[in-house]
C-alpha cells in the first residue's frame, strides 16, 4: 500500500495542483519533477510542510493563465526532494491513486487547489494481482519495438522482458512521448488490463503510421 494509504479517506480531501501537459502519474510510478516557477515552488513548501501529496493533472485547454483542467489527475507524495544552487527543486512524487476533480476552490495561493473525490478509484491504493492477469507481454513487447525503431529509440531490453507488468505497463505509459489526449486515455484506464490495451494499441498505430522523434524513454 503506498505511504500507509489504505482507503480513499486516508487520503487528504483537499490537494494542490500541479498542471502539465504530456506528464501523467500512475499509481506507485515515480515522476521526476524540475521545480523552478514561483507559485510551484510555495507549493513545494506547503507540500513538504503538510502531507506532501500534490495532484498531477493534464490542462485540456491552451490557455496559459488559468486553463481548464482534465477531470482525473492522479495524487502523488513526494518521496524525493533536492535543492539547487540556483533555487529550483528537484523532487520525485510517487503515486498513491487517481482521483476525480470535485471542485476547484478558491484560494489565496499563487497556485490551485480541488476537493479531490478519490472514491472511484481506492482500487489504486492496492498493487493489482498481476499473476492471473491474461497480459500479453509477447504482443505488448512487439509493438514497444515496432515504436521504438520507428522513432530511433531504445530501452533497456532485459529490463522490459523481466519487469513486473504493473511497473512496465506504468513506466512506458508515463514515459513515452505520447501527445496529451494519448496520456490521458492511459491515465483513465480502468484497469492494468485495459492500460495494457491501450497502451498496445497507441504504440501499433504510431509506429504505423508516425515518423516522429521522441526523447528516449527511461525504464523506472
Given at each position: 500500500?503506498?505511504?500507509?494509504?489504505?482507503?480513499?479517506?486516508?487520503?487528504?480531501?483537499?490537494?494542490?495542483?500541479f498542471?502539465?501537459?504530456?506528464?501523467?502519474?500512475?499509481?506507485?510510478?515515480?515522476?521526476?519533477?524540475?521545480?523552478?516557477?514561483?507559485?510551484?515552488?510555495?507549493?513545494?513548501?506547503?507540500?513538504?510542510?503538510?502531507?506532501?501529496?500534490?495532484?498531477?493533472?493534464?490542462?485540456?485547454?491552451?490557455?496559459?493563465?488559468?486553463?481548464?483542467?482534465s477531470?482525473?489527475?492522479?495524487?502523488?507524495?513526494?518521496?524525493?526532494?533536492?535543492?539547487?544552487?540556483?533555487?529550483?527543486?528537484?523532487?520525485?512524487?510517487?503515486?498513491?491513486?487517481?482521483?476525480?476533480?470535485?471542485?476547484?476552490?478558491?484560494?489565496?495561493?499563487?497556485?490551485?487547489?480541488?476537493?479531490?473525490?478519490?472514491?472511484?478509484?481506492?482500487?489504486?491504493?492496492?498493487?493489482?494481482?498481476?499473476?492471473?492477469?491474461?497480459?500479453?507481454?509477447?504482443?505488448?513487447?512487439?509493438?514497444?519495438?515496432?515504436?521504438?525503431?520507428?522513432?530511433?529509440?531504445?530501452?533497456?531490453?532485459?529490463?522490459?522482458?523481466?519487469?513486473?507488468?504493473?511497473?512496465?505497463?506504468?513506466?512506458?505509459?508515463?514515459?513515452?512521448?505520447?501527445?496529451?489526449?494519448?496520456?490521458?486515455?492511459?491515465?483513465?484506464?480502468?484497469?492494468?488490463?485495459?492500460?495494457?490495451?491501450?497502451?498496445?494499441?497507441?504504440?501499433?498505430i504510431?509506429?504505423?503510421?508516425?515518423?516522429?522523434?521522441?526523447?528516449?524513454p527511461?525504464?523506472?
Amino acid at each position: 500500500m503506498p505511504q500507509g494509504y489504505v482507503k480513499a479517506s486516508d487520503l487528504p480531501q483537499v490537494i494542490p495542483i500541479f498542471p502539465l501537459p504530456g506528464a501523467i502519474l500512475l499509481p506507485r510510478g515515480q515522476l521526476p519533477l524540475n521545480i523552478f516557477e514561483p507559485r510551484y515552488l510555495n507549493m513545494v513548501d506547503d507540500a513538504m510542510a503538510g502531507d506532501r501529496i500534490i495532484g498531477m493533472i493534464q490542462p485540456n485547454s491552451p490557455s496559459v493563465r488559468l486553463p481548464s483542467l482534465s477531470p482525473i489527475g492522479c495524487a502523488g507524495r513526494i518521496t524525493s526532494f533536492a535543492e539547487t544552487s540556483d533555487g529550483r527543486y528537484l523532487i520525485t512524487l510517487t503515486g498513491c491513486a487517481r482521483f476525480r476533480i470535485a471542485s476547484e476552490l478558491p484560494t489565496q495561493t499563487p497556485y490551485r487547489q480541488v476537493r479531490a473525490d478519490f472514491e472511484a478509484f481506492e482500487h489504486d491504493l492496492s498493487a493489482p494481482a498481476t499473476d492471473d492477469m491474461d497480459l500479453d507481454r509477447d504482443g505488448l513487447l512487439k509493438a514497444l519495438g515496432a515504436y521504438l525503431e520507428t522513432r530511433g529509440l531504445d530501452i533497456d531490453w532485459d529490463t522490459a522482458e523481466t519487469a513486473p507488468p504493473e511497473a512496465l505497463i506504468n513506466s512506458l505509459s508515463m514515459a513515452l512521448p505520447f501527445e496529451p489526449p494519448e496520456k490521458q486515455a492511459l491515465l483513465e484506464a480502468p484497469s492494468l488490463l485495459d492500460r495494457s490495451t491501450v497502451l498496445t494499441a497507441l504504440m501499433t498505430i504510431d509506429a504505423a503510421g508516425d515518423n516522429g522523434e521522441g526523447e528516449a524513454p527511461s525504464m523506472q
